[in-house]
């Protein structure tokens, strides 16, 4: 990324913007992520979206096999522009399994979330590795190829009558704790400087609404 570029571009937002973009940039991770597959309840996806913000998980990984994943913006409140999206929506495609083999590859563990006995408490959780936790569709939850292919099981601790909690509701209690447990521990979960500094100039070029114009008079006058 051309340092000149972004000094350039800075000019064009605030110094509050800035010092705010760095510190969030600072407590993001991508040692966490999480996985919503065939989610099709908007208001559900939107308060995902806005949950994975507030705890400064950056990626979301959304399968959409029988439903498409709409946000409400209303409910999200805008944390969907500092997000970064990895759709597995193709026709005709296993969608499920390209974004297991693609997780996999980046070397997450899959972790399915499920109220079954075998399933570890979120407490207890082990999260030295990294970890991606899979949400299901409402209703009927993880899919039984992702449950057949998981690496491991999570459940949050339930103690009344019903048997599971809103998808929206478990995600964030999930993430509270997994990012709690990384910010009080010794591992290396923060994003690397590449990464800030590429998300750095997504959120600029964000925040400017004629970055494109901006963008072409630099390149005229370079």
Known sequence: MDADFITYLEGFI????????????????????LVLE???????VSAI????????????????NEYNSFISRRVAKGAQKWMTFHNYSKVG????????????????????TTPHNDASYVRDFDISK???VVMGVEKRGVSDQIMSQADG?????????????????AAALILEELTF????SNLDWKLTEQDKQNLYHEWLKTSIKSYSQVASRYKENS
């Open 14 to 33: 605030s110094e509050e913007r800035q010092s705010l973009f760095k510190e969030v940039l600072d407590n993001r991770t991508r040692h966490v992520t």
């Open 181 to 184: 447990k990384l910010r009080q």
């Open 38 to 44: 065939d989610l099709f309840q908007k208001h559900n």
């Open 130 to 132: 990294k970890t991606a």
């Open 93 to 112: 495609h296993d969608n499920t399994q390209s974004c297991i083999d693609h997780l996999k590859k980046d070397g997450y563990q899959i972790i399915a």
């Open 153 to 169: 099981f999570l459940k949050v601790p339930m103690f009344g009558f019903t048997e599971s909690l809103n998808v929206s509701v």
């Open 49 to 64: 979206i806005r949950s994975a913000d507030i705890f400064g998980v950056q990626d979301l990984h959304v399968i959409e």
